[in-house]
Nanobody
Framework: VQLQASGGGMVQTGGSLRLSCAAS????????LGWFRQADGKEREFVAG????????YYLDSVKGRFIVSRGNGKNTVYLQMNMLKPEDTAVYYC?????????????????WGLGTQVTVSS
């Protein structure tokens, strides 16, 4: 099972980035997908999650109204559109997958992780 994230980079405050994560090695139908992030010296925190059908979506409060999570039609891809980026959004972003209806917001309960992609927002 592999989750491959891409799309990170460096932008200025107010800019946008779109992260993508493709899952391979198995079908992720029936799995919730989503994103976490980890800033230097901080714990990994939940950012956004989406259930298998795409009908249940939830966000970290500080990104609501700025970030949009979505799944591809094949259900094995998850995206994170990040708008109005702030310096405090700077972190390594990780895609995640977990069987069931909801991606846990506790990172210790997540089974499948992708390699991270760096997002840096300059002021």
């Amino acid at each position: 099972v592999q989750l491959q994230a891409s799309g990170g980079g460096m932008v200025q405050t107010g800019g946008s980035l779109r992260l993508s994560c493709a899952a391979s090695g198995r079908s992720f139908v029936g799995y919730a997908l989503g994103w976490f992030r980890q800033a230097d010296g901080k714990e990994r925190e939940f950012v956004a999650g989406i259930n298998s059908s795409g009908g249940i979506i939830y966000y970290l409060d500080s990104v609501k109204g700025r970030f949009i999570v979505s799944r591809g039609n094949g259900k094995n891809t998850v995206y994170l559109q990040m708008n109005m980026l702030k310096p405090e959004d700077t972190a390594v972003y990780y895609c995640a997958a977990e069987r069931g209806a909801r991606l846990p917001e506790d990172s210790t309960r997540v089974t499948h992780w992708g390699l991270g992609t760096q997002v840096t927002v300059s002021s």
